[in-house]
Every structure is written in C-alpha cells, then in structure tokens.
C-alpha cells in the first residue's frame, strides 16, 4: 500500500504486506479516516499518517528509520516479529502492544509529542528520548532487561512528566532514567544499581523507604519453632 498527501476515507478493512508513505510536498499530511488497516510486512514513512483510521501491525518485518510518524492509533498485535530500525518517531494518539516480538537494538524511540503508551513495559527498548515539557500517559512504565537495559531521557536538560492511568505503584527494573518527573509523588519504584536521582523528581529507589523491602523488622512475630527432641504431640492421639 502506497499512500500520499491527501484524505482518504476507508469503509472496510485494508490488509497490506508493505505499507509506504510518501509525497512530493512532506509537509502534507496523508489522512485515512475509517476503519482499520493491517500490516504484515516493512514500514516506510516519507510523509506522516494521521486520521482515524487504527493501524495494526499484524506480521513480520522493519519498521525504517524516519522522522515521520503515525499519528493515529497503533498497535502491536502479531506473532511475528517487528523490527525498530534506526530512529522511530512515535506521535500516535495511542501506542499500545498487545503481543509479538519487538526488536530494539541499536534503535531510538523518540516521544516528541504528547502520547498514551499502552504495556510498553512489554517492549524492551534500547533508548528512548522524550521530548522535555511534555506529558507521556502510561499504564506502566518501560523495563528493561540484564542483556539490554533500557535508556530513558529528556531531549534537553527540563524535564518531562509521566502520568500513570491508575494509582498503583509501578515497577521497573533494568532502566536508566534521567530528568523525569512522576506526577503522583512516589508511585513508581525503580529497581536499579546506579540511579540518577538528581534529575528525576517523585521517585523511590531500592534503597529508599517506603519500598515494601524487608529490613529484617518482621511486622509479625516469628512462628514458633522445636528441637528434634522437643516435637509437640498431635492433639489427635493425646
């Protein structure tokens, strides 16, 4: 599928192995409103695609490097493979993934504008940049893992604001983050070695209380325990 500047209005669903974007003016927007496309194959964006329409990536293949970007809803639904290749700008309404196997390596995900991410705990991204000022909706924030830890910072030195969906504490593991601010003050918990916390506001760390880490302080008494020579009797055969 090969889409260029200009408004097109689906009224049924649109599978397309490859999906291409491009236009001789990259400034105009191409806008596709209805329905649903589904893609199996490579992405390429010369132009920007906006509207209505979700767009679902449903296959395997690469998602190329580009400063433009979808900014209707997309989401991850394969049991295939999708490849981050190179820079990735991210300006959809909502960026959800439901299931496959995303790549990341050696790949920058960029936030520029204000978004929703929808189990992006689930994508072990190599490095994230997002854009300072701005806020990032989330239901869970990024982790990383031990063979690829995730970065996360700020396009400048001010920082950006991430609020969750719900109260309840977050958790992430294997990241490195720098000048990000939690809207609900202590909320989200990050289990790293070297944090920076200089930069990063309303966040709590392994090391800090409270974290629900035991300090060998039981809130309950120790059970009762017996020698080998002091066994109780079964009050059944007493």
């Given at each position: 599928m090969n889409a260029g500047a200009g408004t097109f209005n689906l009224s049924n669903f649109i599978n397309t192995n490859n999906l291409i974007t491009s236009s001789s003016s990259p400034a105009n927007n191409a806008t596709i409103n209805g329905s649903r496309i589904n893609i199996s194959g490579d992405i390429t964006l010369g132009v920007s695609l906006q509207g209505t329409t979700d767009i679902y990536y449903v296959g395997t293949g690469t998602w190329f490097s580009s400063i433009y970007s979808f900014l209707n809803d997309f989401i991850i639904n394969t049991s295939g493979t999708l490849i981050l290749n190179g820079s990735i700008?991210?300006?959809?309404s909502s960026f959800t993934y439901l299931r496959g196997n995303v790549r990341?390596?050696?790949?920058?995900?960029?936030l520029p504008s204000t978004t929703t991410l929808i189990n992006c705990n689930k994508i072990n991204f190599d490095r994230v940049i997002i854009t300072s000022g701005i806020t990032i909706t989330m239901n869970e924030f990024f982790s990383g893992s031990a063979n690829l830890k995730t970065n996360v910072t700020a396009s400048s030195t001010t920082n950006y604001t991430i609020t969750f969906q719900d109260n309840f504490e977050k958790i992430a593991k294997f990241v490195k983050l720098t000048n990000c601010?939690?809207?609900?003050?202590?909320?989200?918990l990050m289990l790293t070695n070297i944090p920076d916390k200089k930069t990063n506001i309303g966040i709590r760390y392994n090391n800090n209380l409270p974290n629900g880490v035991?300090?060998?302080?039981?809130?309950?008494?120790?059970?009762?325990?017996?020698g080998a020579n002091y066994l109780t009797s079964d009050p059944c055969f007493n």
């Open positions: 700008y991210c300006r959809s990341t390596k050696n790949s920058i995900f960029y601010t939690i809207t609900r003050r202590n909320q989200l035991p300090k060998n302080d039981p809130s309950v008494s120790q059970s009762m325990t017996y």
